[in-house]
């Protein structure tokens, strides 16, 4: 007889399930799904994807150290050591056709900080360098990005303010952009391509120039301290930069 594969009792770890709140973060994002029926479209998935829940606070007043043990967060940040240590890897929203389907993907950390760019499976992939490993390399764009993740996440709110206006308007281009280049010849779209990468990676550089000018200021909290002692170690274990 054929049974149907149900892929969360054949992966599923009810220790980390458990503490990382899977649970919860799914019914985070279908609720967004079931208030947006009827108006989902590529930009609508790609905030589902940057959902931080309220239990860090919510608008302005969201902070990643904020309920480190029982956040809900789609846009997950690193935190505490083992009890808190995952973080967002990378990101995509799948606009799905007949001919050709659009995929936006970050080919960075965490979607709040990244801007999502098109590829499409028949066209060549621009060249992002070498593929990540667990330390920084500065021929990496991943690792590249992970200057301005990591200096945004050292005061969010004061330093995403920054670019953050700035991250939208360029990734509308490229979202609008790319849906109307799917009809064209791969040669074309993969030019396209390699275009966003190239424009998205020269303004997150300069993004990083501008989180770099604004001093990010310390909380008297023990869970900023114990957050900010967990980032210390992540950088060091990374190898970043020491003027980072």
Not at 29 to 50: C, E, F, H, Q, W
Not at 57 to 70: F, H, I, R, V, Y
Not at 91 to 117: A, Q, W
């Amino acid at each position: 007889s054929t049974v149907d594969f149900n892929f969360g009792a054949a992966y599923n770890d009810f220790f980390r399930t458990t503490l990382v709140k899977g649970r919860k973060r799914r019914a985070v994002t279908m609720a967004a799904l079931s208030a947006g029926k009827g108006k989902i479209d590529v930009p609508y998935m790609i905030n589902i994807l940057r959902t931080h829940a309220p239990d860090g606070g919510s608008g302005a007043n969201w902070q990643p150290q904020n309920d480190p043990l029982l956040g809900t967060d789609v846009c997950m940040h690193g935190s505490y050591g083992i009890i808190r240590d995952s973080n967002s890897a990378g990101s995509l929203v799948v606009h799905l056709d007949k001919k050709n389907p659009t995929i936006f993907v970050t080919g960075t950390s965490s979607p709040c900080t990244s801007l999502f760019k098109p590829v499409w499976m028949d066209a060549s992939l621009p060249d992002i360098g070498p593929a990540p490993s667990d330390e920084y390399d500065p021929n990496s764009q991943f690792w590249k990005h992970e200057l301005l993740h990591r200096a945004t996440v050292q005061d969010y709110q004061a330093r995403i303010a920054t670019y953050l206006a700035d991250r939208d308007v360029v990734e509308k281009g490229f979202v609008e952009g790319g849906l109307e280049m799917a009809i064209n010849s791969a040669k074309k779209r993969a030019k396209f391509s390699a275009d966003c990468f190239a424009q998205g990676f020269e303004v997150e550089a300069n993004w990083y120039a501008r989180v770099k000018q604004i001093p990010a200021n310390p909380q008297n909290s023990l869970s900023y301290w114990i957050y900010n002692h967990a980032w210390t170690n992540y950088n060091s274990q990374a190898n970043m930069p020491k003027d980072f």
